[in-house]
T-cell receptor, first 114, second 112 residues
Framework: GAGVSQSPSNKVTEKGKDVELRCDPI?????LYWYRQSLGQGLEFLIY????????KSGLPSDRFSAERTGGSVSTLTIQRTQQEDSAVYLC????????????FGSGTRLTVV | SQQGEEDPQALSIQEGENATMNCSYK?????LQWYRQNSGRGLVHLIL???NEREKHSGRLRVTLDTSKKSSSLLITASRAADTASYFC????????????WGLGTSLAVNP
């Protein structure tokens, strides 16, 4: 597609439930990133995929968080047993090579855990 | 903290004035990037400047980089109300350029 597409745009879930967030990057972009942003804060790195390399999971805050990228394209971020502190905007970005080009961000998924 | 530091945290100017935002860091970088974010979503890439570059322009935007001082600035000339947004710098560290390290941003308000 022309841009990075994220779904859903908004998600309200009950504490303890699992959620899946989807990211469809720009076709041909080898690098894909997940970040989250709390109100008025900067971006917190979660996970990075680059081609067929092992993902950089160093930013995942707990083992309740996981992500996969199928076929080098679409990515899903899964949060199990959601907690209220998981409430944030989850942003996905893709980049042509992850090194020399800027990121293109999706519009994000606003997750609210009640 | 690994985060870069931006100043000011908030800036309020009148339309037509210039706005300058600064970003400082402590590492050796591969490149430094500036982004704009409206309404808490919608991050947009503005300019990427490489470590061997000193200045880049894009329309009304001018970015400078001083690697000796480990600082960068973003200048918006002849500001417009539509420039109201948060502006973030993000750096790619040399030797670890797999992900960007983000500052906390400067909130710019351009008053009509």
């Amino acid at each position: 597609g022309a841009g990075v597409s994220q779904s859903p745009s908004n998600k309200v879930t009950e504490k303890g439930k699992d959620v899946e967030l989807r990211c469809d990057p720009i076709s041909g972009h080898t690098a894909l990133y997940w970040y989250r942003q709390s109100l008025g804060q900067g971006l917190e790195f979660l996970i990075y995929f680059q081609g067929n390399s092992a993902p950089d999971k160093s930013g995942l805050p707990s083992d309740r968080f996981s992500a996969e990228r199928t076929g080098g394209s679409v990515s899903t971020l899964t949060i199990q047993r959601t907690q209220q502190e998981d409430s944030a905007v989850y942003l996905c970005a893709s980049s042509l090579d992850g090194q020399s080009y800027g990121y293109t961000f999706g519009s994000g998924t606003r997750l609210t855990v009640v | 903290s690994q985060q870069g530091e931006e100043d000011p945290q908030a800036l309020s100017i009148q339309e037509g004035e210039n706005a300058t935002m600064n970003c400082s860091y402590k590492t050796s970088i591969n490149n430094l990037q500036w982004y704009r974010q409206n309404s808490g979503r919608g991050l947009v890439h503005l300019i990427l400047i490489r470590s061997n570059e000193r200045e880049k322009h894009s329309g009304r935007l001018r970015v400078t980089l001083d690697t000796s001082k480990k600082s960068s600035s973003l200048l918006i000339t002849a500001s417009r109300a539509a420039d109201t947004a948060s502006y973030f710098c993000a750096r790619s560290d040399a030797g670890n350029n797999r992900k960007l390290i983000w500052g906390l941003g400067t909130s710019l308000a351009v008053n009509p």
